[in-house]
């Protein structure tokens, strides 16, 4: 017979003999521990043309009533590839673009951008005359203000894409 994937639904410590290579006692009972939840491989063994357990590895005896048969399904795709990402933003580096799905990443971009922006405004506003006296307090609140601004706008064209996304689908 195969060897077919079986989960185990319970703990089993499964008995099996082994030589010791000592002349007085030449075999020794040894216990192979299979915890709840651990996929094994093994072969289905039948009594009087019934399933009556399941053997691993050669050695360990398994009972029926401790496993399930564990039935995988081959995922067809017809997608080769060369189409476009739904839902992906692709953000232009060094002239090669790279999609970025994850949301944290995108929102963590927007806030260093947005603070070196903030930042760099505090500073351009000082050399302007614009603000009266040179204080570092202000800087750390442009670059604040600006990482907060900045994520917050990435938030909101998301959530305006989505938006009209579901109006176009309706």
Known sequence: MALKSYILTNDWKAPYVTATGHPKNPQAIRFKQFKKGTIIKAELKHANNKPAFLL?????????NVVKELVTKEIISNVD???????AVVEKVGGSSKANTNPKVRYIDSAIIGAIVGFGGVI???????????????RLYGAIGGALLLTYVVYRSKTYKRNLELKKQE
Do not use: H, M, R
């Open 56 to 64: 691993v590895s050669g050695v360990c005896v398994v009972p029926l």
């Open 81 to 87: 590839g060369q189409g476009s990402i739904k839902n």
């Open 124 to 138: 351009l506003a000082e050399k302007q005359g614009w603000l009266t006296e040179v204080n570092s307090k202000y």
